[in-house]
């Protein structure tokens, strides 16, 4: 499978943003979807992931509240709506795919993933 995120951009702390991120091919309903984050000088980090039978979605403690994850299976995309973003959310936001249903321990592991977009920028202004 292919990812193709989107949505990045330069906002105000307090300010909300959408990434969403377009996948190929035809099991795309199979495939357990995440969000990660990598900021300058540190490692990438879980924010989100959905599984494709839904379920719980679990997130980081960081974005918990602010953030939501969801998923359109017809038509292969998954969304990140960012809502009181603030100046620590700043970073390069990756999707990542993994098929199967994977349980949270895996989930939140970037290791764990296959397939990775390319990234989109996301900065958070004081």
């Known amino acids: 499978v292919q990812l193709q995120a989107s949505g990045g951009g330069l906002v105000q702390a307090g300010g909300s943003l959408r990434l969403s991120c377009a996948a190929s091919g035809r099991t795309f309903s199979a495939y357990t979807l995440g969000w990660f984050r990598q900021a300058l000088t540190k490692e990438r980090e879980f924010v989100a992931a959905v599984r494709g039978g839904g379920g719980s979605t679990p997130y980081a403690d960081s974005v918990k509240g602010r953030f939501t994850i969801s998923r359109d299976n017809a038509k292969n995309m998954v969304y990140l709506q960012m809502n009181y973003l603030k100046p620590e959310d700043t970073a390069v936001y990756y999707c990542?795919?993994?098929?199967?249903?994977?349980?949270?321990?895996?989930?939140?592991?970037?290791?764990?993933?296959?397939?990775w977009g390319q990234g989109t920028q996301v900065t958070v202004s004081s």
């Open positions: 990542a795919a993994r098929i199967g249903r994977l349980i949270t321990s895996q989930a939140v592991g970037a290791s764990s993933y296959d397939y």
